[in-house]
């Protein structure tokens, strides 16, 4: 009886995450490709950020190991959004806040488990002061705006709540 209680328990798995995710054992590999900058106003810089800032959020936490192709999970996409636009009026009709706000496309494909598959537009912003200038707070406004999108596109595919 022992033996028999002792093989039912071994071939019981039982995974726990402290972080919330949750990653079939099979899924060993992932694959971001290069997300390109379609949004009508270009920041130069933008898609290789969002695109490493995906690679690493995933690196530092799972233990999925980066592939240039094939991965068992695979995230591609387009920046389809950048802009910026006035969203405090003053009484004399000026702008006291400005918002920049960023939209990427994403289209997630997971191999082993394909019912977690998506395609969707991820949308995060940052208000800034209408005194400064964009160009003083952009690269600022860019990594905490990357960073929630990263987030976003992070718990979507990997954390069940």
């Known amino acids: 009886m022992l ?3 002792s093989q039912v328990l071994s071939a019981c798995k039982v995974s726990y995450s402290f972080s919330g995710v949750n990653i079939s054992p099979e899924v060993q590999t992932y694959e971001v490709q290069y ?3 379609r949004a009508p106003i270009v920041q130069a810089q933008l898609s ?7 690679q690493d959020k995933i690196q530092n936490n799972t233990g999925l190991d980066l592939t240039t192709s094939g991965g068992d999970v695979q995230f591609s996409g387009e ?3 950048y802009n910026t636009r006035p969203t405090a009026i003053t009484g004399d009709e000026t702008a006291a806040r400005n918002r920049l706000t960023i939209t990427v ?3 997630y494909t997971n191999a082993v488990e394909p019912d977690l598959d998506y395609d969707s537009s991820f949308s ?3 208000d800034y002061d209408a005194s400064q ?7 600022d406004l860019i990594d905490l705006i990357v960073e929630d999108l990263v987030e976003d596109i ?5 954390v069940s709540w």
Do not use: C, P, S, W
């Open 3 to 5: 033996m028999i209680l």
């Open 35 to 37: 997300f390109q900058n």
């Open 48 to 54: 290789q950020l969002f695109t490493e800032a995906l």
């Open 79 to 81: 920046i389809t959004g």
């Open 105 to 107: 496309r994403v289209k």
């Open 124 to 126: 995060r912003y940052e």
């Open 133 to 139: 200038n964009l160009t003083d707070v952009e690269n």
């Open 154 to 158: 992070f718990n979507r595919a990997f």
